[in-house]
Structure formats: structure tokens, C-alpha cells
């Protein structure tokens, strides 16, 4: 079946614009991740979903960042007053459980110039 | 908190050479450990796991075990072949421990592997 999906796949942005980061999970998952890869680290867990509400908010660096997953499917990741630090790959990832294994997504390249 | 620490890379080795990628952590609960592959131009994959001491994961020739004495999950495999060039992750989760709020994974910082004929 199909996996899950992020879009766009690169977004370019100028400094102080309004993002906002799509991603389609595999059905039937019901826990939903996001985390956030620079260049050269792993992964750096953001926020995490169980179901529409989000359960642990602890990764998100500041309040500029803000998630939704309205009706416990699809998950946007928004990001407000962008800096040139926010440039990184940001990961989706879902898993049909809290306690099974997550796939990850292909990503979303952000750019801010 | 939780942390990962993983060899440096880039690791270059020649085909069919024995590999070893070196992976300790921290944890303050019972953690699962896992080795994730990312292969160029693609997303994470995952490549095996372990979810308690003693345990050891395996796919597509790959090894690690769970050592809780020494807090290390090292990767193994015995013969590399090209196709294995990609970066390979180190990483956690504690589901059952202090932090709660899910399985949020814990990942260390990627060692690049390059297999040459």
C-alpha cells in the first residue's frame, strides 16, 4: 500500500514568511510524528500525535512552530516568522500503534533565504 | 535525557570487508534500540530493532545486539556489498520511561558508509 507522503517536497522561502508543511500518513495509523533533520545530524524529535490531539509537544523549538491533525489523518506542520535557522529536511513519520514501528516519510526540503 | 552516540564517518571499506558501526546510549528507561538506513535519494528506512537486553535484531545480512551491561547496540555485517552505501542511524525509544508522551525516537547522528569495488 502506499506510504506515507509529504508535500511539497522543497519549499523555498524568504525570511519572515509563513510556512506550512503537509503530511499524508498510511492509513489506519493512528500515532503520527514529526521531526526535524539539518545537515549532517539524525533526526530531532518535534512533536507527536495519538489520534487528532497532539500528545507531547515537547521537541517544538519555540512557539513559532505550531501543528494540527484535525481529524486524526493528515497532519500539517506550520511555521511562522521563518528564519534562515529553520532550514532543514522535516520528517513525517507514522506508525499504526503507539508502540509499533514508524515509517518515515521522503521529507520536505525547507529552504529560508 | 535519552542520547545516542555513534561512530564518526564517513567508513570506507572495500566489498565482501567485514563492517562494525559503533552505537552506545543513554537512557533513563527500558529502551527499544534500532538501526535505521538511509540510502541516497531516499527516506528512512527501518533495518532492525531490538526491544530488550539480549535480543538481537537482523535483516538483509545486517546484526546488532541489545547489550544493557555496556549500553551499546553495534551494527555488524559480514561481507558489505556496494548497494550497502547509504547512512546508517543509531536510535532509541522509551516508551515506558520518565519522559512518557509516546515513542518519540532518540537518534544519534548518522555514520556515512561507502562500500568501493
Known amino acids: 500500500g502506499a506510504g506515507v507522503s509529504q508535500t511539497p517536497s522543497n519549499k523555498v522561502t524568504e525570511k519572515g514568511k509563513y510556512v506550512e508543511l503537509r503530511c499524508d500518513p498510511i492509513?489506519?495509523?493512528?500515532?503520527l510524528y514529526w521531526y526535524r533533520q539539518s545537515l549532517g545530524q539524525g533526526p530531532e524529535f518535534l512533536i507527536y500525535?495519538?489520534?487528532?490531539?497532539?500528545?507531547?509537544d515537547s521537541g517544538l523549538p519555540n512557539d513559532r512552530f505550531f501543528a494540527v491533525r484535525p481529524e486524526g489523518s493528515v497532519s500539517t506542520l506550520k511555521i511562522q516568522r521563518t528564519e534562515r535557522g529553520d532550514s532543514a529536511v522535516y520528517l513525517c513519520?507514522?506508525?499504526?500503534?503507539?508502540?509499533?514501528?514508524?515509517?518515515f516519510g521522503p521529507g520536505t526540503r525547507l529552504t529560508v533565504l | 535525557g535519552n542520547s545516542v552516540t555513534q561512530m564518526e564517518g564517513p567508513v570506507t571499506l572495500s566489498e565482501e570487508a567485514f563492517l562494525t558501526i559503533n552505537c552506545t546510549y543513554t537512557?533513563?528507561?527500558?529502551?527499544?534500540l534500532f538501526w535505521y538506513v538511509q540510502y541516497p535519494g531516499e527516506g528512512l528506512q527501518l533495518l532492525l530493532k531490538?526491544?530488550?537486553?539480549?535480543d538481537k535484531g537482523s535483516n538483509k545480512g545486517f546484526e546488532a545486539t541489545y547489550r544493557k551491561e555496556t549500553t551499546s547496540f553495534h551494527l555488524e555485517k559480514g561481507s558489505v556489498q556496494v548497494s550497502d552505501s547509504a547512512v546508517y542511524f543509531c536510535?532509541?525509544?522509551?516508551?515506558?520511561?520518565?519522559?512518557?508522551?509516546?515513542?518519540?525516537?532518540?537518534f544519534g547522528t548518522g555514520t556515512q558508509l561507502k562500500v568501493e569495488l
Open positions: 500525535f495519538q489520534g487528532t490531539g497532539a500528545a507531547d
Open positions: 537512557a533513563t528507561g527500558y529502551p527499544s
Open positions: 492509513s489506519g495509523h493512528t500515532a
Open positions: 536510535a532509541l525509544s522509551d516508551l515506558g520511561g520518565l519522559t512518557g508522551g509516546g515513542n518519540k525516537l532518540t
Open positions: 531490538a526491544t530488550k537486553a539480549d
Open positions: 513519520a507514522s506508525s499504526l500503534n503507539i508502540a509499533d514501528t514508524q515509517y
